[in-house]
């Protein structure tokens, strides 16, 4: 995936997308958009961050669990089977892009409008998630298996969330990176991130 | 160029240093009862204090695993940390656990009270030697885990599995040098160290320790910094340094100094230094920042 | 793993339906995944649909969490309470449809029979003009709507009488310079935000296309432009204006398009009337021959543009000269004093855009050789929605008449409300060679009457939107406006004007306590619907039927909305629901008869109402599809839509051979015609009326807001964002979920300077105070504010309602505006939408606001710092 920080508009329609993708809890997300205002008044500038799951491939949420929960799919995709999961967190606190989500049993019960009741979306789709499990963005892996972009992908306005190959020179994220100087999150952490940004 | 420094953001949408939200005070009280245990059980097995022992069991056996399981989110498969000791230091610290609790009873049925034959000396000793091998590897793998978690910059440090094994040590003589006095049951005088002493020596070897570690930090990445600074200065400095400082190990250095053996010092000692151990568990959790996503500079 | 059923919602057995997004009053194209079990659980965009190419923005993305509210009104309902207020519990009572319907046509028929006027509507989906207007049924033409009024009161009838059209945008293909000034237009709000931003985002990122944002914050589109200009607010017509002088100054306009496509050769008297012979043709001046000619001459051989002239005796300008003559004092460095913008930048702003515009160039586009200018000055609801509207508005327009890019590729585009069908142009011809000026886009408007036949005095604006908050003003003074009748019933459909209108809450409450009897339909409680004495739930758009096509920027195309699901609730759409209260109240065939006007029906014959039947909300969206390209609706439920991009016949230039309005004479007529019928039928207030408001050149004339006492010593604004609609959707828990995690939505944002100088800090909360009202909330501070400004985001603007998702949040700022006719543009009845405040430091917040009750508690809950984990 590569993020194109010309085209973001802060709009987190990717995060809604991605709650409606993956049915997730209040307060969950698998993707957020960050924003940084930079410089003084009048020359002053807000840039937004979109950031999900880098798919590291050296995963030090991998490294950590202790239950073998977390792994790496054949194409890189770094997935969590929530059967496995104990919960320990270990990997929340491992890794550095604080991309690790909770799934605490309250939020499954409490529901989106805190009242205790779920709607019947939410009862449709909290069976994919074990409560007290830890999960996260997994590259929408079904839809990309089915030939479609992930949902934030797909929805966003600006196009600013270009998904693909990076092995592919010729796919658009590749040649992305190449173009523009794509720079990975947080390189001193060591955990060759999947994920690029170009601006 | 980034003049506006990012802040600690908590969820929100900002870039900043986001407060790692995900090991809390059961970890903590889980770390801290895991560690105890295991230093307290080597202390009194040094010193021969059998209750020493069994508490030192019991504390890391019993309220370990609770607050541990606690903390678990599925704590039905707690037992699956255990599967990948090849990479996990919570699983390599799984085994440890096991190692040292079976092996720690072990050693106080037989070797200790010798409620039972055990063949040769040879193979109390073996016990004995597994037995407290595997607590000074429960006192430590605690560190380990946390120094694993790169992501923490606070954490990150080598000094880590130090300042486990540190706090364990001084938190097991504290409370053994409280057992031992009543019970008279230990066999000090055939030691080199008297139990104050050495709660003295580990004093100051802790604050060396935490010293060093928060030195480090402040003059380490920016979210290290951010973190020592709010241990020192910041939201969380008016708790933890009288906590951990001055209650953890000011005031049982000064006790040590004014008063060693005296039953109600080592008592005061000891809660003092088990408090401050405790806070320091606490806070160096709660203290754990993320670093921001910034290193791509904004575009111009 | 593989045999597994699917675990993401898009991918589950079920079936996908094409529809349109309805979470604004845009009109994006969606597509509705629905389960096997009968369950929506995936809304995408719809990348067969030109306009927004498959994109949904956040509101768009969270439909399903509306439609399965728990807090909507599930059946309809009746007050058991006599007492209202807010936070006072209307006590609802569960009826049957057929009650509510008795009982609600029996209260208003008492009053309409009494006198039509006694009803006072607010029925603004803009999606269904067939239910906007169905008080035209009775002749009422009252409004207590906000739609149109606080956004654009008077940029639609500007751009009706300069493009005739609705709304306007650049054009995005071809502009390379886009001006944003005042609106969010391409990046967080405006026409069809998801769709525009997509573009908008190729011409910048794809073709390299520059923006520069005229704004007092840094908003989302001041962030993504290459510049930001900082400005005071409520200036904007004088940065407008000194762009024009430095244009004019240094010859970067486009003469030929002002003497062929305008009207700006025409010659005006010092009466401001244009200098006509005694057939009403109009002069224009030959200056080759050195005398005047009529317009249309064939002998013409050099138009003049300049100069003063004198014809029969009378001196006379070129309208063009009469605006040079207004420009003189708008110097980049005269205005500076005004807008704070530095003069060197205006006048690199002007020189950049003249450049940008490529005056001389041309393009091919279908066989036709049109102007290329790629430059636009486009603007909205911030730039002018302030007092003198109507000459803020002309000053916009003209910075893109002096490039001539009217209509133009790459230039400002009309953009049509609601086509409605294929074959109709928007335009017509009007007199002396001029287009046909079209100021009324949402329909005729009431005549001049004395005593008012209006509850808000539309009769006095000549070319006005509704002006809701006049409401106000005449219920505090109803004989000073001889209004002689009191409104006591409200129909209310899908608006909420308790939040949408500006005026203090305590007065309009007064009003609303004023009221015999309100009816309300809307889906989930509002500040609004606490008023009610009866609800009648709607279904909502998951459920029900339309077609529509509103402001799509560059396609066209009717857009049809089906349901996805059975209604959830025992609910009605809004077709049934005014069908059966007109039926009850006799006004059947009345209704019928406005439809078919409103909605076209009566172009095409065969499509006419029987004026004795209900029609179903499918019938009526079929209707619709048939009228716009003869298609039945199977043929819409399948594709969702017949959008295609706008026919460049119609987009370019469709007004092709006739003169654009540079200078507006209508409004010196409109004037003196106005004065005359005040005269004579000797209006009370006619001496309070703002005459100097109607001009037919825009001039430096200051707004009265910069004129508030000295101690309200902060400009406020206030300001929307993409995740947002109005206020509405914060009640959705995605939306929450996202837009208080925003650090620009949670508090009332400073400059750090100003908050300095204020001896306040981040978090400090304060009360707000204007002339008119006040409100409490939070400081944050961001560099990216201008130091005159406090600016308020619509996430912090919820009173109470009971919705239990709905946080208070201190107050609300419409309460800070004025709703006086001072502040009210008299053209249009546009009102100034931004005000003075004063800020005072609290140390707690005020009872009531205390103990995790406001908004700020909830933010406080999202955004939480405090480490110490889940467990
Ligand atoms: N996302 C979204 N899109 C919408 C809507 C919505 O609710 N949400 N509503 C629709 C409707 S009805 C409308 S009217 C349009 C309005 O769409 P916009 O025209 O984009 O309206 P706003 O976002 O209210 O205001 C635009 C900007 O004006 C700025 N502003 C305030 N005062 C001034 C001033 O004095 N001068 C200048 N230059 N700027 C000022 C504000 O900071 C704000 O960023 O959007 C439509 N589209
Ligand atoms: N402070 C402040 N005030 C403003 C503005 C602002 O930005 N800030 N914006 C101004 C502008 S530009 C405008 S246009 C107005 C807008 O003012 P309103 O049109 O009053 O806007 P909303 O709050 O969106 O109200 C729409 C109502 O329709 C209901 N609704 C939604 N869907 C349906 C449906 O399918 N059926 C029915 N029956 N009801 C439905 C919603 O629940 C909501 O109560 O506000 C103006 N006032
Ligand atoms: S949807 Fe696209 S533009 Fe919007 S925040 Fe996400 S990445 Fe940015
Ligand atoms: S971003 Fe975090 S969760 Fe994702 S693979 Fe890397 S370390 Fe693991
Ligand atoms: S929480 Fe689950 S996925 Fe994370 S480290 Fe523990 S077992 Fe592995
Ligand atoms: S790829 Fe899928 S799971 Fe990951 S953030 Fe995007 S929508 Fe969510
Ligand atoms: S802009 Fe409006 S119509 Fe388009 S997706 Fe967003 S809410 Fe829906
Ligand atoms: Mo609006």
Redesign the interface.
Known sequence: MVF????C?????C???C?????LP??V?FT???????????N??????P?LCNHCEDA?CQ???????TYTRDDGIVMVDGE???????C???????Q?S???KESFEDG????G?L???E???YT?F?????TKCDF?S??VD?G?DP?CV???????RIFGDLDDPQSKARQLIDERGG?P??????TKPKVF?V? | MASAQPAIVGDSFAVGYRFQRYWGTSMASAFFCGELGAGLFLVSLYYSVNAGMILGLVVTAVLKTYFHTSHMGVPAKSWRAILRPDRAWVSRGLIMIVLFTGFGVLHVVTGAYGLFEMGSSATLDIIKIVAALAAVGVMAYHGFAMSDSTAISLWDSRLMPLVSVGYALLGGAVVTAVLAGPTQAGDVSQTAVSLPSLGLVLVLLNAGLVSALLYGAYHGSPGARISAEMLFKGVFARQFVPLVFVLGLALPFALLLWAPGSFFVELAVAIAALIGYYAFRVFILRAGVYEPIMNFAPPE | MSSQEPIQNSLKPGKWIRSTCKMCLHSCGSMIHVTDAGIINKIEGDPTNPSNNGKLCPKGNSAIMRHYDPNRFTQPLKRTNPEKGPGIDPKWEPISWDEAFDLTARELKKSIDEDPRKLLPSIEDFQKFNIWNWPLAFGNQNSFQSGGTMCGGAYHPVNGIVHSAFAVANDVKHCNYWINDGTGDGFSSHLHAAAQSNWVAKARIDRGMRCVTIEPRLSTSAAKSEEWIPIRPATDRHFALSLCHVMVKEGLCDYAFLRKDTNAPYLVGADGYFVRNAEDKIYVWDSVDEEAKLWDDPGIKKIALEGIYEVNGNECKPAFQRFVDILDDCSPEETEKVTTVPAETTWRIAREFAEAATIGATIDIEGRTLPLRPAGYNYYRGAQGHKHGFQTNHAFKMVNFMVGNIDTPGGLMGVTLDDQWVDRSHVEPGENGMMLPQPHQLGPLPPFAFPPTTHHLLNYFPVGLHPPHLNLEVFLNREKYGVDFVPDVMVICHSNPLWAIQGPRHKWLEFMRSMRFIVVSDIIPTETTLWADVILPSHDALESWNMTMIEPPHTEGMCLRQPATEPLHNTKSEEEIFYELSERMGILEGYNAVINIVSGFEHKPELMLELDKKYTDKEIARRKGLLWNDKDIDWYAERGHAVTERRTDKWYRPWEGMRLHFYIEDMVKERDQLKANMEEADVPFRNDWCWDDYQPLPTAVLDPVHEEPAEYDLYGIFYKDIQLNFGESLSNPWIKDIVYRDPVHIALILNPKTAAAQGLEQRDIVKVESPNGFLFGRIGTSEGMHPDTLGVSNALSRTKTSHKGVAHAGGHFNDLLPYDLKNTDAVTGQPETVCKVKLTKLDDWPEGLKDGKSVYDLVDKLQETGGGGVH
């Open positions: 194109d920080l010309r085209r508009i802060g709009c987190n329609a995060v809604v997308a709650k409606q993708e993956n049915s209040d307060g997300f957020r958009t960050l924003s940084q205002e930079y410089g003084v008044f009048p002053v500038n807000r840039v937004y961050i950031t030090p490294k950590v669990c202790p239950s073998g929960a496995k999961c104990i919960g320990c967190n270990s929340a606190v491992a890794c550095p892009y604080d690790r909770v799934m605490t989106l409008y805190a009242d009741n709607t019947p979306f009862e449709q789709g994919r074990t409560p007290g499990t830890v929408c079904e839809r089915a479609l949902a797909a929805t966003c306005p600006t196009d600013a720079k999150p947080l390189p001193e952490k060591n940004y601006s």
